[in-house]
């Protein structure tokens, strides 16, 4: 049988792409910086959208208030005829004036001037003749600056805002000076008297004010009026531009409020971050976790690649079954021993196909048996067919199969191809058999002159009493009775010896199966020594038989076991040719020792040379010429057959000594 070469197969190569266990690191960064550039690109969009609604608004703001001064102007304009009359002020045009001071509008007075300067008259009225001295933004005091307001107003004949000036209560204040006319000719000069807080501040809308901090700065960047709730300002929201009209290097300055700290994207900015880091980590834990079991996986390769080799390599057949019975597995052993192929056999239930159809009932018994409790230890045999029809004597063995939750799942079988061993064994048995008997035939005839003689004895004194008795009858002489008795009983004597004689030589020639029967190896000898006394008589050697008394009987097959006491003998008694007639003799010895009773044959023969000791058992060893060399391989397998041994050795005082030995108790079977 052509066994696989046991070797572990080469495992594939991986494909190396070192750099796809860096891809998830890659991707993870670009998308970090692909949330970082959003956010920043946010950020700046906001920032941007910010900036530009800031300046909407301040461009609004502007607009609103040089909308709010050219309406107020109007107004003055409108006025001022009604102002100039010749009469006290009527009341509706007080009224008016009221209500101009009074919309929150900036103005906080209203004086009407000559066209030479002086004053006609304000709303509400000047206290005192001359307003306190102020200085203005610019150096110049509220006086002077009136003066030049007045002066460039009346000469240009448009209106024209003055430069600030702090007023009574330190409130910043500027002017405007609107010329009136009547039919080309000057009336006067109107002045509306401005509070920078109040036209800043009032004015604008409370959405603005929300957003942004405003701030009236002067030339030197002073700041003169502003608007502001408390809370921290942008450093980056800031806008400046001209106060223009009043002009005169007055800047209105906006700063954007900053915006509460916006925790929603930077509570979604740190979960980013968080994330990424539990992807990185999670990434390195899954790398180490892959390449675990890319190593358990190698190992579990080369592990079964081994155990492949090692199934295929092996001679004994091996299947397993689950508890139901069905095949789960089979090794290529089991398919070559019994023809069928793996795909056969798997997921077939009893009687299987291999199965001896002659023997199915007992092989089905058998099954059931083996999935109750198991095979004997020692094997059970068991008769098979392979799919071509062949017999298959197989041994199996069987062992429980426990899975991995240490559950009993089913039986794993080994089975032993025995079939050659048991034809050899067979064909051995029968030679062996064949041997005995023709060594039993040899024997026989070698005995059978022997026992022609032996028989002439008892058949002559049967004959020579006979004719002795007719005589006594014959003769006129009264015959006594007691002696007729007694010749007739020695007849008989001498006809059951004959009788023996040849019922013995029957018994040894008959070819029987062993039997194995409570033997008493005593009387064994002596039937022994019967068959083979009348050879000794006739070769001048003298058998001295000495039975231990008491011997325990042994169970075996009395003709065999007489067979090598015959042999034995036979062999001391052909050793002794040489030997001088007085030293020839054989003794014949029957004991015990421990758990065995013997039967020793000594000789006083020629002895065993080395060379014929080694090779003694050996079929066909004879130093005789017309030797067979079959005797004493014979006596060993019947001695091995019941348990016992055959040993030798030479005798003290010259010559050999043969032993058999066979057990009391034998409990072993065939
Ligand atoms: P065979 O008697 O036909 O030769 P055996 O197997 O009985 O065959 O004996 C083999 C050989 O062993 C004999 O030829 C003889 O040389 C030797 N042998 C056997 N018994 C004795 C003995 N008692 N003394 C010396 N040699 C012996």
Redesign the pocket.
């Known amino acids: 049988m052509n066994a696989p070469v046991s070797h572990l197969s080469p495992l594939p190569h991986l494909p190396r792409r070192q750099w796809l266990q860096y891809l998830p690191y890659l991707s993870l960064a670009l998308f970090l910086a692909a949330i970082a550039a959003l956010v920043w690109l946010t950020r700046a969009y906001d920032a941007d959208e910010q900036r530009t609604t800031l300046i909407n608004d301040v461009l609004w703001m502007e607009q609103n208030l040089r909308f709010h001064l050219d309406r107020n102007e109007i107004h003055l304009q409108e006025i001022g005829p009604e102002l100039f009359g010749p009469q006290a002020l009527e009341p509706q045009t007080e009224a008016r004036v009221a209500a101009l001071l009074g919309q929150e509008r900036g103005l906080i007075r209203i004086l009407w001037l000559s066209p030479e300067g002086t004053l006609a008259g304000a709303i509400p009225p000047l206290t005192g003749d001359r307003p306190p001295p102020a200085r203005s933004g610019n150096g110049e005091n509220q006086t002077d600056a009136r003066e030049t307001g007045f002066r460039l107003a009346s000469s240009i004949g448009r209106a024209v805002y003055g430069a600030h000036y702090i007023g009574p209560g330190g409130l910043p204040l500027f002017d405007v000076y609107v010329p009136v006319w009547s039919d080309d000719e000057p009336l006067g000069v109107v002045v509306g008297v401005y509070s920078l807080p109040d036209l800043v501040m009032r004015e604008l809308p409370w959405w603005f004010s929300e957003r942004y901090r405003v701030a009236v700065l002067d030339a030197d960047e002073r700041e003169i009026a502003s608007k502001s709730k408390v809370a921290p300002v942008s450093s980056s929201l800031a806008y400046t531009m001209p106060f223009d009209p009043p002009g005169h290097g007055l800047m209105l300055q906006i700063t954007a409020y900053r915006s509460d700290t916006r925790w929603i994207p930077m509570l979604l900015g740190a979960s980013i971050v968080l994330l990424a880091i539990i992807i990185v980590w999670s990434v390195t834990q899954l790398r180490r976790q892959l390449a675990r079991r890319q190593e358990a996986e190698l190992a579990l390769r080369s592990e079964s690649a081994f155990r492949k080799a090692m199934e295929d390599s092996m001679l004994t057949g091996m299947r397993a079954r689950d508890l139901d019975g069905r095949l789960t597995y089979v090794n290529s052993a089991f398919c070559r021993m019994t023809g069928f192929e793996r795909e056969e056999l798997i997921g077939l239930r009893p009687p299987m196909p291999y199965w001896d159809p002659e023997n199915l009932e007992q092989t089905l018994e058998l099954h059931r048996q083996i999935m109750a409790a198991g095979s004997d230890p020692e094997g059970t045999e068991v008769r098979l067919r392979r799919k071509n029809g062949e017999a298959l004597d197989a041994l199996v063995f069987e062992a429980p199969l426990i899975d991995a939750a240490g559950r009993h799942s089913g039986w794993m079988g080994s089975v032993l191809d025995i079939t050659e061993q048991k034809r050899a064994r067979e064909q051995a048995r029968q030679q062996e058999e064949r041997l005995q008997q023709s060594s039993r035939l040899i024997t026989m005839g070698e005995m059978a002159s022997t026992l022609a003689h032996e028989l002439n004895q008892p058949l002559a004194a049967i004959a020579s009493y006979s004719s002795g008795c007719v005589n006594r009858l014959e003769s006129a002489q009264p015959i006594d009775r007691g002696e007729l008795l007694d010749i007739q009983e020695r007849i008989g004597r001498q006809a059951r010896r004959a009788g023996e004689i040849i019922r013995r030589v029957h018994d040894f020639v008959r070819r029987s199966e062993p039997k194995r029967v409570p033997l008493d190896l005593n009387g064994v000898v002596r039937d022994a020594v019967g068959l083979i006394e009348a050879d000794a008589r006739k070769r001048h050697v003298q058998l001295r038989v000495q039975l231990a008394p008491a011997l325990p009987s042994v169970p075996a097959d009395a003709v065999m076991i007489e067979q090598i006491v015959v042999?034995?003998v036979?062999?001391?008694m052909?050793?002794m040719h040489d030997t001088p007639l007085a030293a020839r003799s054989v003794d014949i010895c029957t004991g015990q020792e421990g758990r065995f009773v013997n039967v020793a044959?000594g000789?006083r023969?020629?002895?065993?040379s080395e060379e014929?000791a080694a090779r003694?058992?050996e079929p066909f060893?004879?130093?005789?010429q017309?030797?067979?060399?079959?005797?004493?391989?014979?006596?060993r397998s019947i001695a091995e057959l019941h348990h016992g041994r055959l040993a030798?050795g030479a005798r003290p005082g010259g010559?050999?000594?043969?032993t058999l030995s066979l057990p009391v108790e034998n409990d072993a079977h065939d």
């Open positions: 042999n034995l036979r062999n001391a052909d050793a044959v000789d023969g020629t002895g065993i014929a003694l058992f060893f004879s130093t005789k017309e030797g067979m060399g079959m005797g004493l391989n014979i006596c030798f010559g050999t000594i043969f």
